[in-house]
Structure formats: C-alpha cells, structure tokens
C-alpha cells in the first residue's frame, strides 16, 4: 500500500512540476515574442500620443482603414477591433493603452447590439490571459473571469481552457516568431469580395443602461478623452433594425451608420468587404472634421 501512495505521489509531484514548467515556458514566450494579437502589441507600446482609437468587434476590425483615417484628417489613428470582442474586453484594451502611458485625444467605440452584451467575451479575452499577472489585466478580469481563480492560480489551467486561442499552435507560432498578417500599427483586416447576404438579427428589445459603457465614459471624461459611439453599417436584409433608433433614444450622441452604404459594398451582413470599408472610413474620417 505504500508503494502505491508512493508511486501515486510521485506521478502526481511530476505533473505539477510540469504544468508549472509549461506555464512558465508558454508565458515566457508570450510576453517576449513579437505581437501576434493587439493584446500583446498594446502591451509593447511605449509612450506616446495617438490622435483617434478604434475599438469595438471584428465590425471595427473589418471597417475602420487607419491610414486612410490619417490621409484625410491629418491625424494619427490605429485601429484595435479585435474579432468577437464585446465592451469589456474593449475597456481592458483602454485602460492597457492608458496605463502604458498612451495619451489618446479621441476614442471611437463600435455601439450596436454590443449595448446588450455583459462580462468578457471567450474569444477576445483569451489573448489577455497569458499576461494575467499583469496589474490592470489582473484588476480588470478578477471581477468578470467566472473562472479567475483557477486561470491565475493553477498552474497552466488557462492555456488549456483558452487552448483554441492561446494553444500549443498559437505559443509554436510564437515561440519561432511567426509574424500576425495584420498590420498592428494600422489594425485593419481586410475583408475581399462578396457572400451571399444572409440576414442578421438584431435584439428585438433593449437593455436600460450598459453599465460597461458608463465606465467608458467616466475614464474618457476624467482623462479629457473625447468619447464616440458610432454604429457602423449594416446590410438591407437586416431584422429589426429599429433597435438601432432605440439605441439612438437611449444615446443621442450615437453616430448612426446603419443604412450608409448599399449592399454591394458588404462581405456579409453584417460586415464591409475591402471597398466598402474604405468609404465607410471616408465618410467617419469626413464627419469627424466637422
């Protein structure tokens, strides 16, 4: 019987150790290799000053051309739509930039029915997790990670339930330095061509208040930050889209681009191919001036 505890201990004793190992080896790589997601190229900022920020989902990441955002306003921009993020992982991506000592003079946030989404989203937040450690991401996902305790104290739990996202291809990828297609620096990810435009529904009801989207305004207003909901276009076979005019009567400020472009200029639905994401940065870029 003793042997057999004993045999067990040391089985046990040499998985531990080597998810320890694992998780230091997977999270050294990340935070020294070079930036694969906008997570990690917001963690390697320096100091400095960027005119406008995009942030929202992959409806930002897919529309908003950075440097042709600049060449009409004369002003610097990037792009940090990340695919399948919700306001959360939006707001920890702000307070990264401000605690990198990024000063921002406007930040243009994707509103649509985002407004009814709560907690982080599996995607988006998945390439925060290796840099758990860190202060304001620790901060920011204690309170919304259902299952925090177990990403920040077992040892390589996190990688494995975020494996889709942060798995053994993402941390081979890299570990050999493996450069992301995207642009960082601009953030767009272009979206080639046509599909066919299957409708997309949106909420048939709206929520009261988003309370993620009223600390966005309490840190934009306390660092003189210029805050702008915008919602971006969205196809003709789009259902229920009144929701957008509730929108609007919830937040009067909100730049409403439902209907701006016609449906030719849509991958699909709800997202722009290339050309209509460059008129769509057109007419923001445009309004922006007034």
């Known amino acids: ?80 739509g990340i695919e399948g993020a919700v ?76 494996d889709y996202a942060i798995g053994f291809r993402e941390f081979f990828f890299s570990a050999v330095g493996k450069k992301n297609r995207i642009d960082f620096s601009d953030g767009f990810e272009a979206k080639p061509g046509n599909e066919k435009l299957s409708p997309l529904e949106l909420p048939k009801t709206i929520s009261d208040s988003n309370a993620t989207l009223l600390e966005f305004e309490k840190i934009c207003k306390a660092r003189d930050i210029k805050l702008v909901l915008f919602c971006a276009p969205l196809c003709s076979q789009t259902q229920n889209l009144d929701y957008v005019k509730k929108l609007k009567s919830k937040l009067p400020g909100l730049r409403d681009y439902s209907a701006a472009l016609p449906d030719s200029l849509f991958f699909n639905c709800g997202h722009l191919n290339e050309k209509g994401a460059y008129e769509f940065t057109e007419k923001l870029a445009l309004d922006s001036e007034n």
Do not use: C
């Open 1 to 80: 019987m003793k042997g057999f505890l004993k045999y067990v201990s040391l089985i046990l004793l040499t998985v531990v150790t080597l998810a320890y190992l694992a998780d230091w080896l997977y999270t050294a790589t990340f935070e020294k290799a070079p930036a694969r997601n906008k997570f990690q190229y917001i963690l390697a900022m320096q100091p400095h000053e960027i005119d406008n920020v995009f942030l929202g989902s992959s409806r930002t990441a897919n529309h908003i051309v950075s440097s042709e955002f600049s060449r009409i306003t004369g002003e610097s921009a990037v792009n940090l």
């Open 87 to 162: 306001f959360e992982d939006n707001l920890l991506e702000l307070k990264l930039l401000l605690d990198r000592k990024v000063r921002i003079k406007t930040v243009y946030l994707q509103v649509d029915y985002l407004f009814e989404k709560q907690g982080v989203s599996n995607i988006a937040n998945s390439a925060a997790l290796p840099f758990i450690r860190n202060g304001v991401v620790k901060s920011h996902l204690q309170s919304k990670l259902p299952d925090f305790k177990a990403a920040y104290y077992l040892p390589f739990y996190r990688y494995l339930s975020a």
